[in-house]
């Protein structure tokens, strides 16, 4: 099932605050991994906290046609008894991930090294989006793969009976890509080897060992070698899954931007390799601070408490872009506030997400009276006095556009609106009743 009616909404000034304690759905990132990894994991994992938005379900309901039992107890609690590695069987149907990357991506990986035929697709986002950044090296592994024009999904697998270990250094920073020639590597005998010239998030490393894979990191200035041994035996494990830092950036720039506000957004994933964003801000002169921190299943988790701040530019350089890959939109909103001019640069990435993220956050903010500019891969935002506001953003299909331009509506001068804020519900279900539950008084976010 994919999203299906168009869910028009428009963002004003709250009439007070943001005020209160809250938590975050799971994270993204880790709710994908933690699915997978227990489907490949022998014997009954308990994942708690797991992101029930529609790209999870997907992931949930493909390692099901996968032949593993997912089974949701409560909410957010879920059950996986696993197949082992290698024990997974052929899918009798399409398999479909709606509008996720990281459900499509990584699925390839698992299915390169089992011996059957299966058929992935997704929703026309999806279908847009490049799948040849895994294809090409995969299919070194003896892997087959048929797709529409330019590695487009839909994509037929048929895997290797005898899959060849990979050696593979990434073109262009992906934990994506990544993580899928390592889920190969699960049931491939010897070494994959997977070389990144810069760092990505670690979740599929952190977790594999964390099921009992044997996984090292070995840093030669800032390239990161991973290596693992194929056909661990993977044992069930638990999995707390921390609040989604990607889903936190929104509260906490609307926080920073609605004068008076004071949040607290309790168990955040705070991965170094996740948190360019929280940097970035408080270069910006943002009050955000982290209390509380521990370790949560091999990823570091924290609370973090954010006070509305006037904030100012910044330059982000290229080699930050991995590390908040997915917050440049919602800190383009910020940047617009900020006093001075930011620049963005090296976003050639953003290109290729759930939309021309690149094009679509330069023409939200154009479209809402700010003067902005792309140079090459560079975003350029005039910061200064609150936007005009006023417009309908296009989302094309993207929950973080969507949110981004509703969290610019809470400070502009004029109201913004939204096409669609139903694709909200990939990564954040709840999130505009979460936001106006911040607020006394009427909604600010609201059907138009
Ligand atoms: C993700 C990796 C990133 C990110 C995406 C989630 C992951 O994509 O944008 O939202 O879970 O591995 P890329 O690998 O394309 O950079």
């Known amino acids: 099932m994919h999203i299906a009616a168009t869910r028009p909404l428009i963002a004003r000034r709250p009439a007070a605050p943001l005020l209160g304690t809250i938590r975050v759905p799971g994270d993204k990132s880790i709710s994908h991994r933690a699915l997978m ?10 994942i708690s906290g797991l992101l029930e938005g529609e790209d999870v379900l997907r992931t949930a309901a493909a390692m099901r046609a996968l032949g593993a039992e997912v089974v949701q107890d409560a909410p957010e609690t879920w059950r996986v008894a696993g197949r082992g590695v290698g024990g997974l069987v052929e899918p009798a149907e399409v398999l479909d991930m709606g509008n996720s990357g990281t459900a499509a991506r990584l699925l390839t990986g698992i299915l390169a090294s089992h ?32 797709s529409r024009a330019g590695g487009r999904l839909p994509l037929a697998v048929v895997g290797a009976r005898d ?41 599929s490393e952190n ?20 290596t693992l041994a194929g056909q661990p035996h993977l044992r069930a494990a638990d999995v707390v899954v921390p609040g989604d830092p990607s889903s936190a950036a929104f509260l906490i720039v609307a926080a920073l931007l609605v004068p008076g506000s004071r949040l607290r957004i309790e168990g955040v994933g705070l991965n170094v390799l996740r948190c360019g964003l929280f940097a970035m ?63 963005m640069c090296g976003l050639k990435e953003l290109r290729v997400k759930e939309s021309d993220r690149l094009t679509a956050t330069a023409a939200l903010l154009a479209a809402n009276g700010v003067r902005v500019e792309i140079e090459g891969d560079d975003l350029i935002v005039h910061g200064g006095r609150p936007p005009a506001g006023g417009a309908m953003a296009q989302t094309h299909m993207d929950h973080r556009l969507a949110m981004s331009a509703l969290v610019l509506g809470l400070a502009a001068q004029a109201p913004v609106a939204v096409d669609d804020g139903a694709f909200i519900d990939t990564s ?21």
């Open 37 to 46: 990894f227990a489907a490949l994991a022998v014997g009954e994992s308990r």
């Open 163 to 203: 899959p060849l270990p990979l050696d593979y250094r990434l073109p262009v920073p992906s934990a994506q890509v990544k993580s899928a020639l390592l889920l190969c590597g699960l049931n491939t005998p010897g070494l994959t080897r997977v070389e990144e010239p810069e760092a990505t998030r670690d979740h």
């Open 428 to 448: 954040f279900p709840g999130f505009a009743a979460l936001l106006n539950g911040l607020v006394e008084g009427p909604a600010p976010i609201a059907a138009p």
């Open 115 to 146: 011996p059957f035929f299966a058929v992935l697709t997704g929703d026309a986002s999806l279908r847009g989006r490049p799948m040849q950044r895994v294809i090409d090296p995969l299919a070194a592994c003896g892997a087959r793969f048929l």
């Open 207 to 226: 977790m594999l060992r964390h099921f009992g894979a044997e996984v090292s990191v070995q840093a030669q200035g800032s390239t990161r070698i991973i």
């Open 281 to 343: 801000l408080r270069e910006m002169g943002a009050d955000l601070r982290t209390e509380n921190q521990r370790l949560q299943g091999g990823e570091p988790v924290g609370d973090l408490i954010v006070t509305h701040s006037p904030l100012r530019a910044v330059e982000v350089p290229a080699e930050r872009a991995p590390g908040m890959i997915d917050e440049f939109p919602v800190l383009a909103v910020a940047a617009a506030f900020a006093e001075g001019t930011t620049r």
